[in-house]
């Protein structure tokens, strides 16, 4: 029997947190869940490419828009079910148990508990936020990753090719139950330690608010990027 699980990476010039992202996912490996990882990239300047090669992942490349590279990506997938990862995203020990087990129940999507590879009060804060915001309104950002069949993603219509914003539309779409597994996954504080907790954590949750108001994501790309 082959193994179920076809990650997705989308990159674009992440050579120094890629490394982790994909060592991290041996124990799935050892597991007998992953078949593939598919690292869909947007152009990369640096060693991204060669570092994933290297590795062992496929590679799919393409334009940059996240939201096009991840439907690129799962358009290359074999498996049944996707896990769809961000390069500053790793996974920590012991994943692997209750994915298996989410698998083998066959219901819904499930996200990760999110961390932040930071110490302190604000990155507790805003991490206990996005566990909220997952739960109570079944909207998991990417960095949170997402585990669900590709039936289920097909059904939804799959990721939309929008630079911004891309992961909120999948879950939105989906039918299935949104649930959060029993593991945990930690993703890096960069740009949080560059433009402050306070003013990032309010910044995301301002271009939430405008996106599920109908603003247009391209627009709210553009401004965050220049942020």
């Not at 390069?87 to 920590?92: C, E």
């Not at 209750?98 to 930071?118: D, K, S």
């Not at 219509?157 to 989906?174: F, H, I, K, N």
Request: charged share 15%.
């Amino acid at each position: 029997m082959q193994a179920p699980i076809s990650v997705i990476i989308p990159t674009l010039n992440v050579s120094g947190d890629l490394t982790g992202c994909i060592k991290a996912l041996a124990e799935g490996q050892a597991a007998g869940l992953i078949r593939e990882i598919i690292v869909t990239d947007g152009g990369s300047t640096d060693r991204t490419c060669v570092i994933a090669r290297d590795l062992g992942a496929h590679i799919v490349t393409g334009p940059p828009s996240r939201g096009g590279q991840l439907r690129r990506g799962v358009a290359a997938a074999q498996g049944p079910w996707l896990l769809v990862l961000h390069a500053d995203s790793i996974l920590a020990p012991g994943w692997s148990g209750p994915v298996a087990e989410h698998i083998a129940q066959g219901q819904g999507a499930g996200w990760f508990r999110l961390t932040f590879r930071a110490r302190g009060l604000a990155p507790s804060v805003v991490g206990a936020w996005a566990n909220l915001r997952a739960r109570m309104f079944a909207l998991p950002y990417g960095d949170q990753g997402l585990l669900l069949s590709l039936a289920d993603y097909d059904l939804a219509g799959g990721y939309p090719d929008q630079r911004l914003m891309e992961d909120v539309a999948l879950v939105r779409a989906l039918s299935c139950p949104l649930v959060r597994l029993n593991a945990t996954i930690t993703t890096s504080a960069v740009r949080y330690l560059s433009d402050g907790w306070l003013r990032r954590g309010a910044g995301n949750i301002w271009t939430l608010i405008r996106y599920l108001s109908g603003v247009c994501p391209e627009s709210l790309a553009d401004r965050y990027q220049r942020k």
